[in-house]
């Protein structure tokens, strides 16, 4: 789908030899040329973490919006439109303003060099002020403390989600050092939400960055219950039905949105966030796809699934999931790809005892994918005896359904955000 504003996000892409370059200076430059957007918010809830920032934004608009509140979000990456980034008062950015934000950004940049997220998020800034909203929701690009979107003074609320090992290039090959970027978000005497941390190491430096930094821990826990879970909290004792999201890690996700809901002005009641939780979408997250193309080439009573994790914490996440599928008898088909960034081993590892077979493909567009054979490689050493590369997604669903059997199975595309897109593109 070709929109008005592709030629300027192309052009923006060329404006810095890197596509990753971390620092506030270059955005704070911007910012200033354009009279300070961003200190003419409603309040902010800015989010960091590696797995579940983005779910635990889509939990909070959600519940804001069942609650009558008009909602600007910023999130990344997009998985078809470059638009999905952008929601302003509850809706995704129109095509002639989004065009015309970042043509008035470009000339307040008069050239000089500045990263692609560095200067669409500008842009959404620029948007956010320019419309009544009572709450913006923030979601970190890549690490917090030089994340582009780390330039809010006094955020109302600051929430990290779960930390695990990813873009260790540019954060650091230890979850300490990873912590303490992402704890890099965290200010004075603004209230913080941290999710649970399976690693002590991590949950240790936020602990110890909020100390320092004077920013005070909320106590809150989720409980799973019979159909639902309880949240409990020092402003709140909920009991609320499954959200609506896929997943039994989705709860903790639901958790830390409902503590941010703690420190927001507004009193949601429990029947409003079971509405909200219930009615949530975050596509490519467990997503199931009953129509388009793809879904219809399987076999009756096959099911079709997509997820966009890639890192470790994010295959264990699909391990829990797929020891649940296994109840029902019917076996996992993958289909998967990655990137050259992203370790494949470290993913595959704890999915590969659920897996009969695995399709891997080459994530179409993307020069930073790995080759299919090398994916393969990397599932033969994670276990999975029944490997082989394919030409495309659609090829590796006609290959896995011709010699699946006559009983019905489930297969999951994943591995990638990137592929994810893809996947959902093709499939209408």
């Given at each position: 789908m070709t929109s008005r504003a592709d030629p300027v996000l192309d052009r923006l892409k060329a404006l810095h030899p890197k596509v990753i370059d971390l620092s506030l200076d270059r955005i704070h430059r911007l910012l200033g040329a354009l009279g300070g957007p961003h200190r003419r918010l409603p309040p902010v809830v800015h989010v960091a973490g590696t797995n579940g920032k983005g779910s635990t934004v889509a939990f909070l608009r959600a519940m804001l919006e069942a609650a009558g509140k008009r909602v600007h979000v910023y999130t990344s990456p997009h998985l078809v439109r470059f638009h999905e980034r952008i929601r302003v008062a509850g809706t995704l950015i129109g095509d002639d303003a989004l065009t015309a934000l970042l043509e008035e950004c470009e000339r307040a940049n008069a050239g000089h060099p500045i990263t692609f997220f560095e200067i669409t998020t500008a842009a959404a800034f620029l948007a956010f002020s320019r419309t009544h909203a009572d709450v913006v929701l923030l979601e970190t690009g890549l690490g917090g403390r030089l994340d582009a979107t780390n330039v809010v003074d006094r955020p109302a609320v600051t929430a990290i989600t779960r930390i695990s090992y990813d873009h260790r290039q540019f954060l650091g090959g230890t979850l300490t050092a990873i912590a303490g970027?992402?704890?890099?978000?965290?200010?004075?005497?603004?209230?913080?939400?941290?999710?649970?941390?399976?690693?002590?190491?991590?949950?240790?430096?936020?602990?110890?960055?909020?100390?320092?930094?004077?920013?005070?821990?909320?106590?809150?826990?989720?409980?799973?219950?019979?159909?639902?879970?309880?949240?409990?909290?020092?402003?709140?004792?909920?009991?609320?039905?499954?959200?609506?999201?896929?997943?039994?890690?989705?709860?903790?996700?639901?958790?830390?949105?409902?503590?941010?809901?703690?420190?927001?002005?507004?009193?949601?009641?429990?029947?409003?966030?079971?509405?909200?939780?219930?009615?949530?979408?975050?596509?490519?997250?467990?997503?199931?796809?009953t129509r388009g193309p793809l879904a219809e080439a399987l076999p009756a009573g096959w099911e079709l699934w997509l997820d966009g994790g890639h890192n470790d914490s994010a295959g264990e996440v699909l391990a829990v999931h797929a020891a649940g599928w296994a109840a029902d008898g019917r076996p996992l088909d993958l289909i998967y790809g990655m990137l050259s960034s992203k370790e494949p081993a470290e993913f595959l590892s704890p999915l590969a005892p659920h897996v009969r077979r695995m399709r891997t493909v080459a994530i179409p567009g993307e020069d930073a994918a790995l080759p299919a054979d090398a994916v393969a490689a990397a599932g033969h050493g994670a276990g999975i005896a029944d490997t082989a590369a394919a030409e495309s997604v659609a090829a590796a669903l006609d290959a896995l359904s011709r010699t699946g059997g006559a009983a019905p199975a489930r297969v999951l595309i994943c591995g990638s955000l990137y592929l994810a897109g893809t996947v959902l593109a093709e499939n209408g």
């Open positions: 970027e992402k704890a890099g978000i965290l200010k004075p005497g603004v209230a913080a939400v941290f999710a649970p941390q399976p690693e002590e190491e991590a949950a240790r430096t936020l602990a110890a960055r909020a100390a320092a930094v004077g920013a005070p821990v909320t106590a809150w826990s989720v409980t799973p219950e019979d159909g639902g879970f309880r949240f409990d909290s020092a402003a709140a004792h909920r009991r609320l039905p499954r959200p609506g999201l896929a997943g039994a890690h989705q709860i903790t996700n639901a958790g830390v949105a409902l503590a941010c809901l703690d420190h927001l002005p507004w009193v949601i009641d429990d029947e409003t966030a079971a509405r909200g939780l219930a009615a949530v979408e975050w596509p490519g997250r467990l997503q199931r796809l």
